[in-house]
């Protein structure tokens, strides 16, 4: 099966600046990466996703790149805010047509930005 | 729109007890929705995929006698913890991908809000 790790686990920067969270996934059949934002005891909230079609993906201050050939992506946030402040996952899944596959989720990523 | 509910929000019970959770697609049809479990601080595990009108597909390590799923409408899936113990204590999370055509079908999945399980 699909195995997604993250890394890395915390990071801290300060408002301001630029962060980078970084995934590598294991089957190349997945063609589907969305990351999520969760704050404490909520819910997962998609902040951008990414299919295997594209290289780059933009939002405001959020951008999401792929590299096929060495399976990874990564998440970049510009000008972070103290309202960034959350936990980050990263997941992969593969191609829905399928049907059953799910989401596997990376370890997380705990990003605390310093006012 | 793409909201996804879950009840309750949170629960406490005693163990060998049974708790059910609900988990609805309150502006969209789910025909496959999925659960998940989340322990402090760690990520989210998949527990297993529910499909409307058919059996759920459990992941491997899942007890589908312990975690009991049904799906009976395009709308409500339920998870049932049966006979509870402590080391269910968890926020068990569903989440709904509202149904698409295309290429790539409907990847987007919509997280509910969680229920935090307590087994006492």
């Known amino acids: 099966g699909e195995n997604v790790e993250q890394h890395p686990s915390t990071l801290s920067v300060q408002e301001g600046d630029s962060a980078v969270i970084k995934c590598t996934y294991s089957?190349?059949?997945?063609?589907?990466f969305p990351w999520y934002k969760q704050e404490l005891g909520k819910r997962p909230q998609l902040i951008i996703d990414?299919?295997?079609?594209?290289g780059e993906k933009k939002d405001q201050r959020i951008a999401v790149t792929l590299n096929k050939t060495a399976k990874h992506f990564s998440l970049h946030i510009t000008e972070t805010q103290p309202e960034d402040s959350a936990v980050y996952f990263c997941?992969?899944?593969?191609?829905?047509?399928?049907?059953?596959?799910?989401?596997?989720f990376g370890s997380g990523t705990r990003l605390q930005v310093q006012p | 729109g793409a909201v996804v509910s879950q009840h309750p929000s949170w629960v406490i019970c005693k163990s060998g007890t049974s708790v059910k959770i609900e988990c609805r697609s309150l502006?969209?049809?789910?025909?496959?929705m999925f659960w998940y479990r989340q322990f402090p601080k760690q990520s989210l595990m998949l527990m297993a995929t529910?499909?409307?009108?058919?059996?759920?597909?459990?992941e491997q390590g899942v007890e589908k006698d312990k975690f009991l799923i049904n799906h009976a409408s395009l709308t409500l899936s339920t998870l049932t913890v049966t006979s509870a113990h402590p080391e269910d204590s968890s926020f068990y999370i569903c989440?709904?991908?509202?149904?698409?055509?295309?290429?790539?079908?409907?990847?987007?999945?919509?997280f509910g809000p969680g229920t935090r399980l307590t087994v006492l």
């Open positions: 997941a992969a899944s593969m191609k829905v047509i399928t049907g059953r596959r799910a989401l596997t």
């Open positions: 089957d190349s059949a997945s063609n589907y």
């Open positions: 990414i299919r295997s079609n594209v």
């Open positions: 989440s709904a991908r509202p149904p698409g055509g295309g290429l790539w079908g409907t990847d987007t999945q919509y």
């Open positions: 529910s499909n409307e009108g058919s059996k759920a597909t459990y």
């Open positions: 502006d969209f049809q789910a025909t496959t």
